[in-house]
């Protein structure tokens, strides 16, 4: 009988090294909900016919009313790489500036972010205030660039007119970080589609390509417009399938944003007003499991 996944959750939760707190942060209707949803299904939690229409972390009748997050919303999930386990805490964030003090208590519960952007839209005011916010609060941001597909089917560019699309994007978003982080972070948090650091695909249609993965793969962009330009359901479905976004993101995320252990060496300074020489405050830095128990409030209902 398979390991439930609760049993598998405290079990991996027992070793920091394989654990990454992350949430995903976007300008509204950049298709961050959508994209949660992928992530999910991939961990096996939700059906993957259903990913991008449940909108599963948005359970208020507001939100699904509206169609847009309002509250924070919590999931826990395992993702396998390279025979390894890992556990990865999600919270999916707001995107409209209404509800940016959701953002900001989040990001003080988790060490990296994926910072959604829409490939046509292009990096927008709530863009850079959710990545403003997670730079100063110590947050390792990665870029999944969404909503790829318009590119072909609507805008209808040419490949060259797509790679510098794209380029400006990661540029927009590098330049904003040198702005805005700290010395010790400016160079070090810079995205890099080499690196792969930067992921673009469609959440809608359920496909992600980083350069790592088109490389292992042997799958190129020509392959991508190819499926679209033909006008094939079929095509599109398989590329899902070669390049499932939930691999290609939680790969990303677990080769790219900090585990605890790291994170809380350079976090704690920032988000807990104690003496970090104190006991607690050395256990904090340490992730010491044996140490002061010590919580953060990021939520309060009334």
């Known amino acids: ?27 509204i209707d950049h298709g961050k909900t959508t994209f949660s949803d992928n992530l999910i299904a991939g961990a096996g939690m939700m059906s993957e016919d259903l990913a991008g229409r449940q909108l599963v972390l ?55 972010t994926i910072l959604l952007c829409c490939a046509v839209e292009g990096v927008m005011p709530q863009t850079e205030t959710v990545l403003r916010q997670a730079v100063r609060e110590r947050v390792k941001p990665v870029l999944f660039i969404n909503k790829t597909d318009r590119l072909i089917k609507e805008l209808r560019l ?32 810079q995205v890099n589609v080499n690196e792969g650091s930067v992921a673009f695909g469609s959440a ?42 939930h691999r290609v993101v939680l790969n990303m995320v677990i080769r790219h944003h900090p585990n605890p252990v790291q ?10 007003r104690g003496e970090p020489e104190s006991e607690i405050g050395k256990a904090l830095m340490n992730c010491d499991p044996n140490g002061p128990a010590a919580f953060i409030c990021t939520k309060i209902v009334v």
Not at 2 to 21: A, F, H, S, T, Y
Not at 80 to 89: A, F, H, S, T, V
Not at 214 to 243: C, H, N, P, Q, W
Not at 263 to 272: D, F, L, N
């Open 58 to 112: 948005d359970f208020h009748e507001d939100e699904i009313s509206r169609g847009i997050t309002i509250d924070a919303a919590n999931i826990s999930m395992v993702h396998d790489l390279e025979g390894k386990e890992y556990l990865i805490n999600l919270i999916d964030t707001p995107g409209h500036i209404d509800f940016g003090g959701d953002v900001t208590r989040a990001m003080r519960a988790i060490d990296g």
């Open 1 to 27: 009988m398979g390991e439930k996944m609760v049993d598998k959750i405290l079990r991996i939760m027992k070793n920091p090294e394989q654990i990454r707190n992350i949430c995903t942060s976007a300008h």
């Open 204 to 245: 809608f249609h359920k496909w992600a390509l980083s350069m790592p993965f088109m490389r292992a793969k042997g799958i190129t962009f020509k392959d991508v417009i190819d499926a679209y330009e033909s006008g094939d359901e079929a095509r599109i479905k398989e590329l899902a399938k070669k390049a499932p976004l």
């Open 263 to 272: 994170a809380q060496k350079y976090r704690i300074p920032k988000i807990w």
């Open 158 to 189: 040419t490949p060259e007119q797509m790679q510098d699309r794209l380029i400006k994007i990661i540029n927009s978003v590098n330049q904003f970080i040198r702005d805005i982080a700290e010395p010790e972070f400016r160079n070090s948090w």
